[in-house]
C-alpha cells in the first residue's frame, strides 16, 4: 500500500524575507508515517523544509515543498500514484497580495485598484508606522484531492477553538461530505498541550477518540489496514 502524508505548515511569502506562516511542526505527520514504514507501507511524506522528519530509510521518499501554489503542484502529480492520503499539513488559508502604508490607501481612488498591484522590492520598506497588508484567499486543497484521485482514500485534518464537541463534531462531518473523505481527524486547540493532543476520528456513523499523537497515529493506521485484512 503506498501512504501519501503531508505534514507541517504552509508559508506565503510577503516579499523575499518576509512571509506569513503558522506554528504547525510535522510532529505528529512524523510519528504518523514512522507507524506506517513499521506496518511496512510505502510512505512519500510531502512536508516542509522546517518541518520535523522521520530518518531517512527504505520505503520512505521525501518531498520539500514551500507555499500553496508549491503544494497544488507536488500534489496533483503524486495523489493519483497513492492508494491513501493522510493530509495533516497545516495550509495556508490567505496569501499575500500588496502591502503599503495608510497613506497609499487613503489616495487610492477604490480599493479595488490596489488589489492589482504587486510589491516588486524585494523587501519592502519599513519606514511607514502602519502597513496594511492585502491578502487574497488560497484554494482549498483538500477540496482537490478526489478530483485527482477519486479512488484514494483520504483522511483529512479539521482543528477548531474553544468550540463545543457537538460542533466540532458538526463541522468534521461537514467536511467530510464536502471533500469526500473517508474520516476527518478533528480537535480543538485546548486539549492539545506538550502532554496531550485530544482529537477524535470521524466517520459518517462513527468516533474514534484519542489522547495523545501516538494514538492518533495507531488509530489511523488501524484504519488504513483495515481494507487489507
Request: glycine residues 4%.
Amino acid at each position: 500500500m503506498k501512504i501519501l502524508i503531508t505534514s507541517g505548515g504552509t508559508s506565503e511569502a510577503i516579499d523575499r524575507v518576509r512571509s506569513i506562516t503558522n506554528h504547525a511542526t510535522g510532529t505528529l505527520g512524523k510519528i504518523i508515517a514512522e507507524r506506517c514504514l513499521e506496518a511496512q507501507l510505502e510512505v512519500t511524506l510531502v512536508t516542509t523544509k522546517t518541518a520535523v522528519k522521520p530518518q531517512a530509510q527504505e520505503g520512505l521518499t521525501v518531498v520539500e515543498i514551500s507555499d500553496v501554489t508549491s503544494l497544488i503542484h507536488i500534489l496533483k502529480d503524486l495523489v493519483p500514484k497513492h492508494d491513501a492520503i493522510i493530509h495533516s499539513m497545516a495550509v495556508s488559508d490567505y496569501s499575500p497580495v500588496y502591502m503599503t502604508g495608510l497613506a497609499e490607501v487613503a489616495d487610492a481612488p477604490t480599493i479595488d485598484s490596489l488589489l492589482t498591484k504587486t510589491n516588486a522590492e524585494g523587501k519592502i520598506s519599513s519606514k511607514d508606522e502602519y502597513q496594511v497588508l492585502f491578502l487574497k484567499k488560497t484554494p482549498k486543497v483538500i477540496s482537490l484531492i478526489k478530483q485527482w484521485n477519486p479512488a484514494i482514500r483520504l483522511i483529512g485534518f479539521k482543528l477548531l477553538v474553544d468550540v463545543s464537541k457537538e460542533e466540532l463534531f458538526q463541522v468534521a462531518r461537514a467536511s467530510l461530505i464536502t471533500n469526500q473523505a473517508d474520516y476527518i481527524l478533528t480537535n480543538d486547540l485546548a486539549d492539545i498541550c506538550p502532554t496531550r493532543h485530544g482529537a477524535y476520528l470521524i466517520d459518517q456513523e462513527n468516533v474514534y477518540p484519542a489522547q495523545t499523537k501516538e494514538e492518533i497515529a495507531d488509530l489511523i493506521l488501524d484504519k488504513l489496514l483495515e481494507k487489507r485484512r
